[in-house]
């Protein structure tokens, strides 16, 4: 009974993999074969875009599928950013989606010279704060590095996006969508802080992020 079900929601998640990866990619938001995206399924396993696919292409079919061991059951080999997704769920079980890119605004903050370690963007807007919140950086590892993983490990269970250097955005949602959308809010509030450094632009005071924090939670 329980499978025909199962395998009817993992084909709607393959589906919705593709149409998400062509959207961010048709918007410029990741360029080439960079980024990765993935699921966590009911039975702990996951769905995760294959290695040097481009995302603006996903063949749903192909895809790959992970057991909750990270082993491959089936599709291509899936992105070597495996456990670095597998780290962030591990600290996340309210995580069930993970999207990574290399979207040009956020990787441009990942390389200022004096961004807060602890919070590169500043509160800039109300969205930024429902969204993302307080986002840390993540010392640069080579892409793929195992050891990435582990360095993501000790902030992802109280941060939901986090940021790593000279490289991109690593962002968790309670669903694909939730962490689709936290990424665009990310790389539009980047963006923002770009065109306001040097005007000395007017945050939100701290008042008005605890007041959004406790209207509006984030996972
Ligand atoms: O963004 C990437 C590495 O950080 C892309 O890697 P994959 O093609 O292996 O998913
Ligand atoms: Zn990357």
Redesign the pocket.
């Known amino acids: 009974m329980s499978t025909p079900l199962r395998h009817h929601h993992q084909n709607t998640l393959r589906e919705q993999i593709s149409s998400l990866g062509k959207s961010l990619f048709d918007r410029g938001l ?1 360029m080439g ?4 995206i993935s699921v966590r399924l009911d039975d702990g396993g996951w769905l995760m ?5 481009c995302l603006g292409r996903l063949d749903p079919a192909r895809i790959s599928h992970l057991d909750p061991h990270g082993q491959l059951l089936s599709g291509d080999a ?4 495996q456990f ?1 997704h597998m780290a962030m769920y591990d600290e996340r079980p309210q995580s069930g989606a993970i999207v ?3 979207s040009t605004h956020s990787v441009a903050v990942s390389c200022l010279p004096g961004v807060d370690p602890c919070d590169c963007i500043p509160p800039l807007t109300a969205y930024y704060v429902m969204r993302v919140g307080k986002l840390p950086l993540v010392p640069y590892h080579i ?2 590095d195992p050891q990435l993983g582990e360095a993501v490990r000790g902030l992802a269970g109280k941060h939901s996006a986090v940021l ?1 250097a000279n ?2 955005p690593v962002v968790a949602g309670k669903t694909l969508e939730a962490a689709v959308y936290a990424t665009e809010e990310l790389e539009e509030t980047a963006k923002l802080y770009l065109l306001l450094r040097g005007e000395n632009p007017r945050g939100l005071t701290p008042e008005q992020v605890a007041e959004l924090e406790a209207r509006f939670p984030r996972d």
């Open positions: 990741t074969s960079s980024g990765n875009t294959p290695t040097n696919a899936p992105t070597k950013e670095l990574h890119l290399h892409p793929g790593l490289h991109g």
